[in-house]
């Protein structure tokens, strides 16, 4: 399997790899019991709609970037998209 642009995928990414709707879930709660700090929903949504028209978005739910799932990373205050060259979430 070949990632964006041709580059290799990550040693950890198979072409078989998913993750289901439900495991994003149990992530995402996670995260929200954690008590890390997170970003409001409005940014958090504006985020996610950067992702969505990313064309390093596999499967609606994995940033080929760096290999994070959007809908966790994307609520945590302190991250950063990862696109080379500038970041595509709004500040
Ligand atoms: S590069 Fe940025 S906008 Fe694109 S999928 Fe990754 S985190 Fe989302």
């Given at each position: 399997?070949?990632?964006?642009?041709?580059?290799?995928?990550?040693?950890?990414?198979r072409g078989e790899a998913e993750i289901t709707s439900e495991?994003?879930?149990?992530?995402?709660?996670?995260?929200?019991?954690?008590?890390?700090?997170?970003?409001?929903?409005?940014?958090?949504?504006?985020?996610?709609?950067a992702c969505a028209a990313c064309p390093s978005l596999l499967?609606?739910?994995?940033?080929?970037?760096?290999?994070?799932?959007?809908?966790?990373?994307?609520?945590?205050?302190?991250?950063?998209?990862?696109?080379?060259?500038?970041?595509?979430?709004?500040?």
């Amino acid at each position: 399997m070949s990632g964006p642009k041709g580059r290799r995928p990550c040693r950890g990414c198979r072409g078989e790899a998913e993750i289901t709707s439900e495991q994003i879930e149990r992530g995402v709660g996670a995260l929200l019991r954690s008590g890390r700090p997170l970003v409001p929903e409005p940014l958090y949504a504006q985020r996610l709609a950067a992702c969505a028209a990313c064309p390093s978005l596999l499967g609606g739910h994995t940033c080929a970037r760096c290999g994070c799932i959007v809908q966790i990373s994307a609520r945590l205050r302190e991250r950063r998209c990862p696109n080379p060259g500038g970041g595509r979430w709004p500040a």
